[in-house]
Antibody, heavy 120, light 107 residues
Framework: ELQLVESGGGLIQPGGSLRLSCAAS????????MTWVRQAPGKGLEWVSV???????YYADPVKGRFTISRDDSKNTLYLQMNSLRAEDTAVYYC??????????????WGQGTLVTVSS | SSELTQDPAVSVALGQTVSITCQGD??????ASWYQQKPGQAPILVIY???KRPSGIPDRFSGSNSGNTASLTITGTQAEDEADYYC??????????FGGGTKVTVL
């Protein structure tokens, strides 16, 4: 069964750092592009970052220069290193698997999410 | 950066048809995907590509595309379809964007 399980969330002070993990099972992370999406309390979904199979990464403007997406193929796990955290980074963070070809791209499996709260 | 625009909310009578639209320049190059999210749950994919449904998604969900607009239609809406719906697309540079979401209320 294909599964994504996030971990690493918690309460962190402004300016602090946190690393989120997304452990995959039932498929190989390196064979798919992977993404992080967040959702602030009561708000909509916000795309955060993507890691394509060749290693290319992209980031949303609000997190550029502060967040780093990566993967460990030996652990079949996706990561999101978050530095210089701000109150506005408070959200549930989801990882998702991407699929795509030609004009058709989408995220077909999602984790259950992990909550990050940035507060003093 | 790319943007996708959705109406914030729509209501539909039980058993009737409702359509949700999503507009954005990226949709001229890439198909939108649509996600359903219920309170306290992770999003699930309901429509992708030209008009494809993942396994397990009822056939009352359908999608269409024209120019810079994508639409999600629910035909014969059921009470369990009450949820937030988000469109999503990548752009030509490799970035991604979500629409603001549409809250569907079933009356």
């Amino acid at each position: 069964e294909l599964q994504l399980v996030e971990s690493g969330g918690g309460l962190i002070q402004p300016g602090g750092s946190l690393r989120l993990s997304c452990a995959a099972s039932g498929f190989t992370v390196s064979s798919n592009f992977m993404t992080w999406v967040r959702q602030a309390p009561g708000k909509g979904l916000e795309w955060v970052s993507v890691l394509y199979t060749g290693g290319t990464t992209y980031y949303a403007d609000p997190v550029k220069g502060r967040f780093t997406i990566s993967r460990d193929d030996s652990k079949n796990t996706l990561y999101l290193q978050m530095n210089s955290l701000r109150a506005e980074d408070t959200a549930v963070y989801y990882c998702a698997r991407g699929q795509g070809i030609a004009q058709t791209y989408y995220f077909d499996y999602w984790g259950q999410g992990t909550l990050v709260t940035v507060s003093s | 950066s790319s943007e996708l625009t959705q109406d914030p909310a729509v209501s539909v009578a039980l058993g009737q048809t409702v359509s949700i639209t999503c507009q954005g320049d990226s949709l001229r190059s890439y198909y939108a995907s649509w996600y359903q999210q219920k309170p306290g749950q992770a999003p699930i994919l309901v429509i992708y590509g030209k008009n494809k449904r993942p396994s397990g998604i009822p056939d009352r969900f359908s999608g269409s595309n024209s120019g810079n607009t994508a639409s999600l239609t629910i035909t014969g809406t059921q009470a369990e379809d009450e949820a937030d719906y988000y469109c999503n697309s990548r752009d030509s540079s490799g970035n991604w964007v979500f629409g603001g979401g549409t809250k569907v209320t079933v009356l």
